[in-house]
């Protein structure tokens, strides 16, 4: 299994340009999340998705979009890059939610290291 | 949401030295989960602890929710501990896991 599988892992965009950061995962986990990590900080949830169709915000979801057509993929979109959205982002997946009883291990992509100039 | 707070902030051992990762979370949780992130940045989840005590190898966590804490012990330390550790909690209502700021390890040989 692949797991989760996030592209590109770096790329240099100039202010006001757009792109999406591609996010797949082959485990049929329903739930699927966006982070962003800033330098000696922790994870700060930008959109998250309980299922195909279905997508809620996090802690910082400003300047970003979220789509779930399908259980297997979420792409984020940033439209109008701006230098404070600068970071390193990761996908991950889970079978179920957070706040389940029944909860198990988040699954993290390896990242996409973005620069906004 | 949550506050989860992790110490020591750094931590220098040399190899073959145990230590104690701190996380303390500000309410009721229902999911608690370690990570390390290796130097090259991959996250990496260690345990799933709600509640209670696991092991796996050298590692051991204990979470203690009823006094909101949770501890991840490393022994026998090894050059490959390095890197960053996470605790992250999801409350008693909702989906969010909410991260700590992470205790950066740095085992020397």
């Known amino acids: 299994n692949a797991g989760v599988t996030q592209t590109p892992k770096f790329r240099i965009l100039k202010i006001g340009q757009s792109m999406t950061l591609q996010c797949t995962q082959d485990?049929?986990?329903?739930?699927m999340y966006w982070y962003r990590q800033d330098p000696g900080m922790g994870l700060k949830l930008i959109y998250y998705?309980?299922?195909?169709?279905?997508?809620d915000k996090g802690e910082v979801p400003n300047g970003y979009n979220v789509s779930r057509s399908t259980t297997e993929d979420f792409p984020l979109r940033l439209e109008l890059a701006a230098p404070s959205q600068t970071s390193v982002y990761f996908c991950?997946?889970?079978?179920?939610?957070?706040?389940?009883?029944?909860?198990?291990?988040?699954?993290f992509g390896n990242g996409t290291r973005l620069t906004v100039t | 949401g949550i506050q989860v707070e992790q110490s020591p902030p750094d931590l220098i051992l040399q190899e073959g030295a145990n230590s104690t990762l701190r996380c303390n979370f500000s309410?009721?949780?229902?999911?608690l989960q370690w990570f390390h992130q290796n130097p090259w940045g991959q996250l990496i989840n260690l345990f799933y602890?709600?509640?209670g005590t696991k092991q796996n190898g050298r590692l051991s966590a204990t979470t203690v929710a009823t006094e909101r804490y949770s501890l991840l012990y490393i022994s026998s330390s090894q050059t490959t501990d390095s890197g960053v550790y996470f605790c992250?909690?999801?409350?008693?209502?909702?989906?969010?896991?909410?991260f700590g700021t992470g205790t950066s390890l740095t085992v020397i040989p």
């Open positions: 602890i709600p509640s």
């Open positions: 992250a909690a999801v409350g008693d209502t909702g989906n969010q896991f909410y």
């Open positions: 991950a997946s889970s079978r179920t939610g957070g706040g389940s009883q029944s909860g198990s291990p988040l699954h």
């Open positions: 998705s309980v299922g195909a169709g279905i997508t």
């Open positions: 309410d009721s949780v229902n999911n």
């Open positions: 485990m049929n986990h329903n739930y």
